[in-house]
């Protein structure tokens, strides 16, 4: 239960999980998780590309957010308990039952992405569905995806600090912007109001 200010006036609100899913939140789900699992496919053109050009470090900067995108949009669009796992990890079924470089590997990112992703949600005990939110289950998507580099793949350069400079420097970023998107957005609000 929790209280929040209605002009003058206190109100009492309770929110209730909903643990159900209906027919729709399947649908929806199933949508996400085709969308998403060609997005991913998607991802390794981009990888591939930014690999050529500027080396491992910079195709990851280039391609991460795109494989985490399959939670953050099934929990926005469905709005339950496990809907974000569910989301990144069927994504990456269909990213796996396509013939892509990673294989198999896809699946294991999945699954490891996507809890990492609903804990994000879980945290706020599933009452916010915002942009933060979202944000943040994208960014704690990034940490089992360069762990599972570095065991997968014996990924050294992690150990080194490259990696985990570069993904500090633009997670900031990213957060940055999207903060000030959020607050020119109020701005706007307001203006249009006439506060």
Known sequence: MFAY????????????IRLRYTSIDYAILAVVAVVSGLIFYAT????????????PIF??????????IGAPMAATLIRRPLSAFLGETLGALVETLIPTIGGFTNLIYGIAQGLFSEAAYALTRYRRW?????ALAGALAGIPAVALDAILF??????????????????QRSFI?????????????????GH
């Open 130 to 134: 915002d942009p933060y939110v979202a």
């Open 5 to 16: 200010r209605f002009g003058d006036t206190m109100a009492k609100a309770e929110y209730k």
């Open 154 to 171: 014996q990924d050294n350069r992690l150990s080194r600090g490259y990696d985990s400079m570069a993904y500090r420097s633009y997670g």
């Open 59 to 68: 195709a990851r900067l280039i391609s991460y957010g795109l494989w985490f």
């Open 44 to 55: 390794w053109f981009v990888y591939e590309f930014g690999e050529t050009f500027g080396g």
């Open 177 to 193: 912007r999207l903060s000030n998107l959020h607050r020119n957005h109020e701005r706007s609000k307001k203006m249009i109001r």
